[in-house]
C-alpha cells in the first residue's frame, strides 16, 4: 500500500490528492505511548451536493488531520461498495432508488435532496466501514471517517441515514467465518434501523446507549437499549453495561461513536455531557476492547453544529475518539 506523506497522516490511493490544510487546532495532551491505526477516507464520502453535517465531515477531520497531526493516525483509502453487496442488506427497490433517483421520495428518504453524487458517496463511506472492520481484524483497531448508518433500514433511510454500513459490516464478517460480532452504539439516538436488520441474527449482540428517544425499539435477545437522562448517568449505564458482558467472547466490536450526546450539540445533546465526559468515554470504550484484546472498528456518527457548537470545535470532539484509538 502506498502512502502519501501528509506528516503523520497519509493518504493511500493512487491518484487521490493531498488533503488540503485548514486552520482546526486540538490542544495537545501530554502522549506516554500511540499505536499505528488506519483510517479509511476518500474524497467521495463528501461527493453529494447536499451540505451537511453528514456529508462534509468526514473531510473537515481529514483537513484537521492534515493540518494538526494525531500521532499514529493513518487515513487510508477504501474500495466503495458494489451494488450487490448492499442489496445483502438492503431491498433491490430501495437500493436503486438511491442510485437513480427514482422514485425521488424514496431515494429521499434519509433527509437528503438527491443528486448523482448521492450514490457514489454512500458506496464510499458504507465501505469504509467494512474496511475498517476487516483493518481491525488485522491490526487490532482501525476506524472509517463514515457517518449516517444506523437509522437506515432494509427498505427505506432514515434520520440521515442512507445505508447501513454498521449491519453490512457485520455481516460481511460473519459470512467470513466469524461467530460474534458487537455493536456498540453511543449515537445521541437510538440505533433502530440497525437493529431492525440484526435483532433475529444469534451472531450479532447491539448495545445501545442512547440519550434521546429519535429511531427508539424494544430490544430483543441479548440486545440492549438504554435511555439515559440524566448526564451523572451516562458513563456509569455505559460502564455497567460493558462490564455486563462478562467473559462473553466476540470475535470484532464495531463502534458508532456519535458526537450529539454532547451538551452543545443542537441535534441530540444532552446537558452536562462536555468533551470531559466524551473523553472518559472514548477511554472506557478503547480500554475495555484492548484489556480483551477485541479488534475494534470505529466510525464518526452523529455530531452537528449548533449555536454553542461550531465546526472546529464539532471536529475536535471527534478527534477525541481518533486520540483515544491510536493510545496504546
Known amino acids: 500500500m502506498r502512502m502519501l506523506g501528509l506528516g503523520a497522516v497519509a493518504l493511500a490511493a493512487a491518484g487521490c490528492d493531498a488533503l488540503p490544510a485548514s486552520e482546526v487546532s486540538l490542544p495537545k ?101 467494512v474496511a475498517a472492520a476487516a483493518t481491525a481484524l488485522a491490526d487490532g483497531v482501525a476506524g472509517a471517517l463514515s457517518s449516517g448508518l444506523h437509522h437506515a433500514r432494509r427498505d427505506h433511510g432514515a434520520g440521515f441515514c442512507t445505508f447501513n454500513g454498521l449491519a453490512i459490516a457485520a455481516l460481511r464478517a460473519l459470512d467470513q467465518g466469524l461467530e460474534r460480532v458487537l455493536i456498540i452504539d453511543l449515537d445521541a439516538h437510538c440505533g433502530g434501523g440497525t437493529h431492525s436488520l440484526i435483532a433475529d441474527n444469534p451472531g450479532i449482540q447491539q448495545l445501545d446507549v442512547a440519550v434521546d428517544d429519535f429511531d427508539h425499539y424494544q430490544p430483543n435477545g441479548a440486545n440492549t437499549l438504554d435511555l439515559v437522562g440524566d448526564a451523572a ?47 472518559r468515554r472514548e477511554d472506557l470504550v478503547f480500554s475495555w476492547c484492548r484489556d480483551r484484546k477485541l479488534p475494534i472498528a470505529f466510525v464518526l456518527a452523529g455530531g452537528y453544529i449548533g449555536p454553542g457548537l461550531d465546526q472546529d470545535r464539532l471536529v475536535a470532539l471527534h478527534r477525541i475518539t481518533l486520540t483515544a484509538a491510536s493510545d496504546r
Open 233 to 279: 448517568l451516562y458513563l456509569p449505564t455505559i460502564r455497567r453495561r460493558l462490564e455486563a458482558l462478562g467473559d462473553e467472547r466476540f470475535d470484532l466490536c464495531l463502534y458508532n461513536a456519535g458526537m450529539d450526546p454532547h451538551e452543545q450539540c443542537r441535534v441530540g445533546g444532552l446537558a452536562g455531557i462536555d468533551e470531559s465526559v466524551i473523553v
Open 29 to 129: 495532551a501530554p502522549r506516554r505511548d500511540y499505536r499505528r491505526v488506519r483510517v479509511c477516507f476518500t474524497p467521495a464520502y463528501v461527493g453529494s451536493a447536499h451540505a451537511f453535517e453528514t456529508t462534509r465531515k468526514a473531510r473537515w477531520v481529514a483537513d484537521s488531520l492534515a493540518a494538526d497531526p494525531i500521532a499514529g493516525i493513518e487515513l487510508v483509502a477504501n474500495e466503495s461498495l458494489t451494488e450487490e453487496e448492499l442489496e445483502r442488506v438492503h431491498d433491490r427497490v430501495y437500493v436503486a432508488a438511491v442510485k437513480t433517483g427514482e422514485p425521488r421520495n424514496l431515494a429521499e428518504s434519509q433527509g437528503f435532496a438527491w443528486d448523482p453524487g448521492l450514490w457514489p458517496m454512500v458506496l464510499a463511506s458504507n465501505g469504509g466501514v
